[in-house]
């Protein structure tokens, strides 16, 4: 059964991913926002649709349907940002840093699986951090109860915050960061397990009015724009508890702002096709940049403006939409999909 509002959830978060990747936002206020809460918002939507009966599923037969649904598409889409990278990395706005790196560096770093080594796509690292989170949890509901494992993911996430030490490396397949998004993987699985949003139908109401705008007092207030952070580096800035606090308040932002809103089918397109679009737009944003400098003989700086990051939100959906239709037609297999048997007859 679906669930409209989450559905409105993954929209907003990929348009706040989308928006968050175009050249005018680093930097700006804006951006530090969308950082503070963008992708726990993914891990936490992620965790809501773990159905309870899953998580007593054999471990092998649970490990198996996430690697299916996540690294079959990180494989995919590393490859195919690979194939890009290759002929363009010496050329484009990222040149000073990646123009000396050998052929076989990002195959190394696609072993590694974390932000840090994926130069040809860094938005891979969240399919390799997911799945490292998912089987924490996993592992962790089949060995404790309800409450002991809600303990155990408290403690983790305090304790994850550690590794962020300069003197440790961190460690691959995003094994350190995953005791931070555990937190917010399991708040939305037992927010599921509650029972209180599963059957909720968007519409307009007082409590979500009213959380609204307390939800992005706490946000406003707790993010510093002086104070960068980035999940995926693991970056979560001098104040950890205030990251905590502003993670989960735009989080349930954006759970207030979906329920608020209707169902819809862009929504819902978006929502589907999330694991095509999230890795699939860095590569287009390269392309377009390209074209611009290229066909153009504009400077690199030319697409640092507000008129160009919409055009670049709006071109990536465009470019995305057969792109989607293709890869679920003849191809679903590298999204982690598996191939619909033919109607009898056909």
């Known amino acids: 059964m679906r669930i409209a509002w989450v559905d409105n959830a993954k929209a907003i978060g990929l348009l706040l991913v989308l928006i968050g990747h175009t ?181 307009l109401t007082a409590a979500r009015l009213a959380a609204l705008p307390a939800l992005a007092a706490v946000l406003w207030w707790k993010v510093d724009p002086a104070n960068w952070t980035d999940l995926s580096k693991m970056r979560l800035g001098n104040d950890v508890w205030g990251w905590y606090l502003a993670a989960f308040a735009g989080t349930g932002l954006a759970v207030a702002a979906a329920l608020l809103l209707p169902p819809s089918r862009a929504a819902r397109w978006l929502a589907d096709n999330t694991v095509i679009l999230f890795p699939l737009h860095p590569i287009l944003y390269g392309i377009f940049t390209g074209i611009g400098v290229v066909v153009f003989r504009q400077p690199f700086s030319f697409k640092n403006n507000l008129p160009f990051a919409v055009l670049y939100v709006l071109g990536a959906l465009a470019v995305g939409l057969p792109v989607c239709r293709w890869l679920r037609r003849y191809a679903p297999e590298l999204i982690g999909q598996t191939r619909r048997a033919p109607p009898a007859g056909a």
């Open 23 to 203: 050249a005018i936002m680093p930097g700006t206020y804006v951006c530090s926002l969308i950082y503070s809460f963008h992708m726990p918002l993914f891990f936490f939507l992620s965790g809501f649709l773990l159905r309870p009966e899953q998580t007593r599923l054999p471990l092998r037969s649970w490990v198996g349907r996430l690697a299916r649904a996540l690294l079959a598409p990180y494989a995919a889409f590393w490859l195919l940002s690979y194939l890009y990278w290759l002929p363009t990395h010496r050329f484009g706005s990222t040149a000073a840093e990646q123009a000396e790196l050998a052929w076989w560096q990002p195959i190394v770093g696609a072993l590694y699986g974390i932000a840090e080594t994926l130069p040809v796509n860094p938005p891979l690292w969240f399919f390799t951090c997911l799945f490292t989170t998912a089987l924490y949890f996993a592992v962790l509901a089949r060995l404790l109860q309800p409450t002991r494992l809600a303990l155990c993911v408290v403690l983790l996430g305090i304790a994850g915050p550690l590794w962020r030490i300069d003197v440790w490396k961190r460690p691959p397949w995003n094994t350190d960061l995953a005791t931070v998004t555990l937190v917010f993987y399991a708040a939305g699985h037992f927010l599921r397990r509650s029972g209180r949003l599963d059957r909720a139908r968007p519409g």
